[in-house]
């Protein structure tokens, strides 16, 4: 079956970076996107980006661009999301969630994208 | 960007009653790509609808959605004291993603 199992929770000083893993297993990990979403204490859930997990190319939300960087191993079927220049404010969960499937890489399952997603990583920024 | 909010912010019903919550987009968009899911507590979000009204594996038939505009509406025809919790709906469809507020649904 489908699983995604993100790394354990950080704690980093303002400034630092953080990269969280999220590894792969029940499915071929370059045959389909993989998004990131995090979720401060208390509130919403927020898009930062995806990864084309075959090519590498990443589209990062506005917000975040030249803080996060989107990257993946495929050998050992595992995505990563470094997000550098930490604040307070970046202190949330962070997701994974397996987006849809790549065309041409894997053949049609019908799985709709954010179908899976890791248990979150908690990363607390804090002096 | 696409805006999506939610209303509204938070409702209380009681077992059995009808929930019907909103999400509006800030523009016309021609994808079908919406959808909604369900948060507990402690928990990742659980995909109940994708591509506007289908919904995911397992999710039971009293979560219903549809279009109409640039308004979409999830309803819950009958609530299961398992509902209570916090909808979101995001769009897919155009760059950047993006999430509406949410709706919390409680228990009255």
């Known amino acids: 079956q489908v699983q995604l199992v993100q790394s354990g929770a950080e704690v980093k000083k303002p400034g630092a970076s953080v990269k969280v893993s999220c590894k792969a297993s029940g499915y071929t990990l370059n045959g389909y996107y993989m998004h990131w979403v995090r979720q401060a204490p208390g509130q919403g859930l927020e898009y930062m980006g995806y990864m084309h997990s075959q090519s590498g190319d990443t589209q990062i939300a506005q917000k975040f661009q030249g803080r996060v960087t989107m990257t993946r191993d495929t050998s050992i079927s595992t995505a990563y999301m470094e997000l550098s220049r930490l604040r307070s404010d970046d202190t949330a969960v962070y997701y994974c969630?397996?987006?849809?499937?790549?065309?041409?890489?894997?053949?049609?399952?019908?799985?709709?994208?954010?179908?899976?997603w890791g248990q979150g990583t908690l990363v607390t920024v804090s002096s | 960007e696409i805006v999506l909010t939610q209303s509204p912010g938070s409702l209380s019903l009681s077992p059995g009653e009808r929930a019907t919550l909103s999400c509006r987009a800030s523009q016309t968009f021609t994808s079908t790509s919406l959808a909604w899911f369900q948060q507990k507590p402690g928990q990742a979000p659980r995909l109940l609808i994708y591509?506007?009204?289908n919904r995911a594996t397992a999710i039971p038939d009293r979560f219903s959605a549809s279009r109409s505009g640039t308004d979409f509406t999830l309803t819950i025809s009958s609530l299961e004291p398992e509902d209570f919790a916090v909808y979101y709906c995001?769009?897919?469809?155009?760059?950047?993603?993006?999430f509406g507020p949410g709706t919390k649904v409680a228990i009255k």
């Open positions: 995001l769009q897919y469809g155009i760059s950047p993603f993006t």
């Open positions: 969630a397996r987006g849809g499937i790549i065309a041409g890489v894997m053949p049609a399952d019908g799985t709709p994208p954010f179908n899976y």
């Open positions: 591509a506007t009204s």
